[in-house]
C-alpha cells in the first residue's frame, strides 16, 4: 500500500524535478500540501498530487489548443 503522504523529496522524484522546485511551488500555494510536526516538516497527500497532475495536463491542453503548431512549409 502506498504511503497517503509524501515527503517534499518523494513529490520531485515522481514530478522528476529539483527538491528545491518542488518547496517553490509547496510556498506559492501551486502545489497544496501540509506542514506537520515541531519542525514544521513538509508533506503532500498523493491525492493532492495527482489532482495538481491532472490540473498540469489540462493546462497543457489548453495551451496547446491557444498556441498550435504552424505548417511552415505551407508558407
Excluded at 501551486?30 to 498530487?49: F, N
Aim: glycine share 6%; hydrophobic share 35%.
Amino acid at each position: 500500500m502506498e504511503p497517503r503522504f509524501l515527503l517534499l523529496s518523494d513529490v520531485a522524484a515522481e514530478l522528476n524535478v529539483s527538491d528545491s522546485q518542488v518547496y517553490h511551488m509547496v510556498r506559492s500555494g501551486e502545489l497544496p500540501a501540509i506542514k506537520i510536526g515541531g519542525r514544521g516538516q513538509w508533506r503532500v497527500e498523493r491525492a493532492r498530487l495527482e489532482e495538481y497532475i491532472q490540473r498540469k495536463y489540462e493546462e497543457t491542453a489548453d495551451w496547446i489548443r491557444g498556441n498550435p503548431l504552424l505548417d511552415r512549409d505551407a508558407e
